[in-house]
């Protein structure tokens, strides 16, 4: 079996979760949270070295402000817990997205949680908040106007590479396969750079209930495929 060396997931779902067992939708969210733990430990037994996940969209602001509060208090916490489990399995985290719109104690434990696991040589996990691809892209290209302003660049030297430089996720390779929970079909603003030659895979299973067996069914189907870049595969 081929394990994909980094898996991207859209972890979609928790409400409808939550409302199927007759709770609200933060209860989802909260198991959602615990899930995401148990995940990726999982991912990084079954051999994933990136994990990408989307935890809060640029979109996301849209939703009832109890609903926000509540994702941003869920995100405090999991912060927290996030720094301890880093150390204790040396996962190297690096947040995605533009952080300045959340509050200034969030911000600074990302920011911790980025800085205290740095050096660590296990699972790389990414965590997408406030995030959006297209705002990437606009502040990727914002910056880039910066340096051309700045007589650092010529527009003529820009090349795919400096882009791909100036996105959050500059420096880690592009996911290999995509999961989406929940049944939708679509990217919801995600990443959409990076996955220009991913495999997708659809579940309908909910994120809190998504286990290791459904990443091993992901897996299976991605080992299914046969991965082309453009050309045609050699007979
Ligand atoms: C995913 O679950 C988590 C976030 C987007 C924060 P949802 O909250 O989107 O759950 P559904 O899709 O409404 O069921
Ligand atoms: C995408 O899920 C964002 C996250 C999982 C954080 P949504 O539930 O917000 O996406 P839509 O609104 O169904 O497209
Ligand atoms: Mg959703």
Avoid at 15 to 23: E, L, Q
Avoid at 150 to 177: F, M, N, R, S, V
Avoid at 226 to 231: A, L, T, V
Wanted: glycine share 6%; proline share 4%; net charge neutral.
């Amino acid at each position: 079996m081929t394990i994909p060396q980094h898996v991207a997931i859209i972890l979609d779902g928790n409400g409808r979760w939550a409302k199927s067992k007759g709770m609200p939708r933060n209860y989802g969210h909260v198991k959602g949270a615990e899930n995401l733990e148990v995940i990726c430990e999982d991912a990084w037994n079954m051999g994933i070295k990136y994990l990408t996940v989307y935890l809060f969209s640029t979109e996301n602001w849209k939703r009832a402000k109890e609903e926000v509060d509540a994702l941003m208090r869920l995100f405090r916490r999991y912060t927290k817990t996030c720094i301890k489990t880093a150390r204790d399995n040396n996962m190297k985290v690096r947040v995605l997205g533009d952080p300045s719109a959340l509050a200034p104690d969030l911000q600074k434990s990302l920011k911790e949680l980025e800085e205290s696991s740095k050096d660590n040589t296990g699972l790389n996990f990414q965590i997408a908040i406030n995030y959006g691809s297209r705002d990437e892209i606009r502040r990727a290209v914002q910056k880039i106007g910066e340096e051309c302003r700045d007589g650092k660049l010529l527009p003529e030297q820009i090349d795919e590479k400096t882009i791909a430089d100036h996105l959050d996720t500059a420096g880690i390779p592009d996911p290999d396969l995509l999961i989406r929970t929940s049944g939708e079909l679509r990217l919801s603003n995600y990443l959409m750079w990076q996955l220009a030659y991913t495999e997708f895979y659809f579940t309908e299973v909910p994120w809190p209930a998504f286990t290791k067996d459904e990443l091993w069914k992901a897996i299976e189907k991605y080992n299914g495929r046969e991965r082309r870049y453009g050309g045609i595969k050699e007979e």
